[in-house]
C-alpha cells in the first residue's frame, strides 16, 4: 500500500473510496481493506510502466462491478442489512464529532421535555388525582413542542432571529390557553387542548424546513416526517407500557406501590421526552430504512376502499339512515382526515413522473367513496344543527369537515384528471402541499375565537 | 481459457486455505500467488476475494488482525486456524475424488 505522489491519481483513489463508502453493505474497514488492495495494485501497474490514470482505470477494472462485490458482502455478513439500524454515522457530510453533538443536544433536550413537565408542580400545580388535568391538557403541546423547534433550528443551523420569530406562535398559544376563563371541563376548554398543537405543529414544520423556506419539496419531507414520528412514536410507548408494567410488577413483589411513580414521573416524562427522541430517530433513520408510512398506506387503502364501498352498498340496501348521534360528526371527520392521510402518504411515496397505474384507480374510488359517505352524513348531521342549533362542538367538527370536503373533492377532480392523462400528479401533491397550512391556520381560529365567541362554555 | 463462474467460486475456498496454509498472507498477496500457481489461467475479479476470506473467518477457517505494512499503511493478514487446516483437508480430499473420477473417465475415452 503506498501514498502516491501523483495528486490526480490520489483524487482519484478519494473519489473511488467515496463512493465505495456509500454502499450499505460495505463498512469503513472493509473499504480500508479494499482500498489498501487497489493502491498494491496501483503501485505494480504503475511500476511496469502504465501511466497513473491507465493504472487506475486497469485497477477498478480488476476490482470488478460494486454491485456484485456488495452483493457477496451482503451474503457473507447478512446482518449487515439488519445492523443498519444502529445509529452509525454513514453519510460523508457528518463527521463523528456532529454526530456525537447531536446525541448531546437531543439527549438535554429530551431530560428539558420530561423536567418541563413537572416544573408546574413547583407552583403547585399537580398533574393526576387531586391536581389540575385540564391545565396540562390546554398546554400539552407547549412542555415539548418549543423544545423540538429548539431541536430543528439547532440541526439546520438557523440563524437566532428566526428562532425568536418562531416563539411568537408558542406565546400566542400559552397567552390563550392560560388566560381564557375557561369553565373547567367545558366544550371550548377540550377544543383548545385539541386544536393547539395542530396550530403550532405549523411551527414545528417551519423549523423544521427553514433552510427551504417551507417550499413544497420541503413540505412534503415535513408531512413524511410526522408520519414517521407518530410510527416511531407508537413504537416507543409501546416499550414504555411494558417498562411501566415490569415496575410495577416488581415494586408490588416487595409489597410496595409504584403507583405514584408510574402515573407521576414514569408517564408524563417518557411522554413528553419519547417525542424528542422519536423525532432524532426519525431524521437519523431517514435514508436507512424504509419509511413506514407509505407502506402502511399500501396496506390500508385496498382496505379502506372496501369498506366504504361495502357500507355504501349496505345503506342503499338496507335504506337504514345514519343515526346522528354526538360522536358521528367526529367519526366522520377522523373518516376524512383518514383518507386525506392515505392520499399524502400515497403520494409521499410515489414518483410523481410515473404514469398512473391500478394503485391510484383505487385511490381515486377510495376518495370519492369517503366524499359520498361523508355527504350523506352532512345531510344528516346538517338536520340535527338545524333543530338543535349550535354548540362549539358542532361548529368546530362541521368546519373541519368542511376543510376537509374541499381537500378531497378538489382532489379527486386532479386525481381524475390525471388518471385521464390531462394532467399530472404533480398538480394534485402540490394541492395537498398548498393546502396544508389551511388545516393549523384553522386550528388557531379555534383556539382564538371560539373560547370568546362561545362565552367559554 | 474462460473459466467457468461456479468452478472459480467453488475452487476459491480449498486455494485460499491452501496459500494461507503456506503462510500468513494478505488479499493483493493471495490473488497473485493465485494467479502465479496456475500460470495466470485462473482470473479472480479482485475484489471477490474478500467476501470470500470474510466468510472463511466468520465459519473460523483464517483468522485476520490488522497489522503495519512495509509502506505505513496499516494491511489486513490473515492466518489459517486449526479448524482451517481440518476444512482444507476436506476439501481436499473431496477435489481428489473429483479429479480421480475425471481422469478415470477421461482415460477411458482417450484409450476407447
Known amino acids: 500500500m503506498t501514498t502516491f505522489a501523483d495528486r490526480p491519481l490520489e483524487e482519484q483513489i478519494a473519489q473511488w473510496r467515496a463512493y465505495v463508502r456509500r454502499r450499505p453493505a460495505l463498512h469503513g474497514p472493509d473499504v480500508e481493506e479494499l482500498e489498501g488492495h487497489l493502491r498494491d495494485q496501483l503501485a505494480a501497474l504503475t511500476k511496469a510502466g502504465l501511466a497513473g490514470d491507465e493504472a487506475f482505470l486497469v485497477a477498478v477494472k480488476r476490482m470488478g462491478s460494486l454491485d456484485a462485490l456488495s452483493r457477496e458482502f451482503a451474503r457473507a455478513h447478512s446482518e449487515r442489512l439488519w445492523k443498519q439500524l444502529v445509529m452509525a454515522p454513514g453519510a460523508a457530510d457528518e463527521s463523528p464529532n456532529r454526530t456525537r453533538a447531536e446525541t448531546l443536544v437531543v439527549l438535554i433536550l429530551a431530560v428539558a421535555a420530561a423536567v418541563a413537565i413537572k416544573v408546574p408542580e413547583l407552583f403547585g400545580v399537580r398533574l393526576g388525582r387531586g391536581g389540575d388535568p385540564p391545565f396540562y391538557a390546554r398546554n400539552a403541546s407547549l412542555f415539548v413542542l418549543p423544545l423540538l423547534t429548539i431541536y430543528f433550528l439547532w440541526k439546520r443551523g438557523s440563524e437566532v432571529v428566526s428562532g425568536l420569530w418562531l416563539a411568537l406562535p408558542f406565546a400566542a398559544a400559552a397567552l390563550f390557553a392560560n388566560v381564557y376563563p375557561f369553565r373547567t371541563g367545558g366544550d371550548t376548554e377540550v377544543l383548545t387542548a385539541l386544536h393547539s398543537p395542530i396550530a403550532l405543529w405549523l411551527a414545528v414544520g417551519f423549523a423544521y424546513v427553514r433552510s427551504r423556506r417551507f417550499a413544497d419539496g420541503g413540505r412534503m419531507d415535513f408531512v413524511r416526517f410526522s408520519g414517521e414520528l407518530a410510527i416511531y412514536y407508537v413504537l416507543i410507548a409501546l416499550g414504555g407500557v411494558v417498562f411501566t408494567g415490569f415496575t410495577m410488577m416488581m415494586f408490588r413483589a416487595i409489597e410496595m406501590n409504584a403507583e405514584w411513580l408510574a402515573q407521576g414521573w414514569l408517564i408524563p416524562c417518557g411522554a413528553a421526552g419519547a417525542v424528542i427522541i422519536a423525532s432524532w430517530l426519525v431524521e437519523a433513520k431517514k435514508s436507512v430504512i424504509e419509511n413506514m408510512a407509505p407502506v402502511l398506506t399500501r396496506l390500508f387503502t385496498p382496505l379502506f376502499t372496501l369498506l366504504l364501498l361495502v357500507f355504501l352498498a349496505t345503506m342503499v340496501w338496507t335504506g337504514s339512515p345514519i343515526n346522528v348521534k354526538r360522536e358521528v360528526l367526529i367519526g366522520f371527520d377522523l373518516l376524512l382526515v383518514l383518507v386525506v392521510g392515505l392520499l399524502l402518504y400515497a403520494a409521499s411515496a410515489r414518483d410523481p413522473q410515473a404514469p398512473p397505474d391500478f394503485f391510484d384507480g383505487l385511490q381515486l374510488l377510495l376518495v370519492v367513496s369517503a366524499l359520498v359517505v361523508d355527504g350523506v352524513a352532512l345531510t344528516a348531521i346538517a338536520a340535527r344543527i338545524s333543530e338543535f342549533g349550535f354548540t362549539p362542538n358542532r361548529v368546530a367538527a362541521l368546519g373541519e369537515n368542511l376543510i376537509l370536503l374541499v381537500n378531497l373533492a378538489w382532489s379527486a377532480w386532479l386525481y381524475a384528471c390525471f388518471l385521464r392523462h390531462r394532467g399530472s400528479f404533480g398538480a394534485l401533491e402540490r394541492w395537498q402541499m398548498a393546502y396544508l397550512p389551511v388545516y393549523s391556520v384553522w386550528a388557531a381560529l379555534v383556539v382564538v375565537l371560539f373560547p370568546p365567541v362561545f362565552g367559554y362554555r | ?112
Do not use: F
Open chain 2, 1 to 112: 481459457m474462460d473459466m467457468s463462474k461456479d468452478l472459480v467460486a467453488a475452487s476459491a475456498t480449498p486455494l485460499v486455505l491452501a496459500i494461507l496454509a503456506e503462510g500468513d498472507s494478505y488479499g493483493y498477496a493471495i490473488i497473485k500467488r493465485v494467479a502465479e500457481l496456475s500460470g495466470g489461467h485462473l482470473q479472480w475479479t479482485d475484489g471477490m476475494l474478500y467476501p470470500v476470506l470474510h466468510r472463511l473467518e466468520r465459519q473460523g477457517h483464517v483468522a485476520a488482525k490488522w497489522s503495519a505494512s512495509e509502506n505505513g499503511r496499516r494491511r489486513r493478514y490473515y492466518r489459517i486456524t486449526r479448524e482451517g487446516r481440518a476444512q482444507l483437508a476436506a476439501q481436499r480430499q473431496q477435489w481428489q475424488v473429483v479429479d480421480g473420477t475425471l481422469r478415470g473417465i477421461w482415460m477411458n475415452a482417450c484409450t476407447a
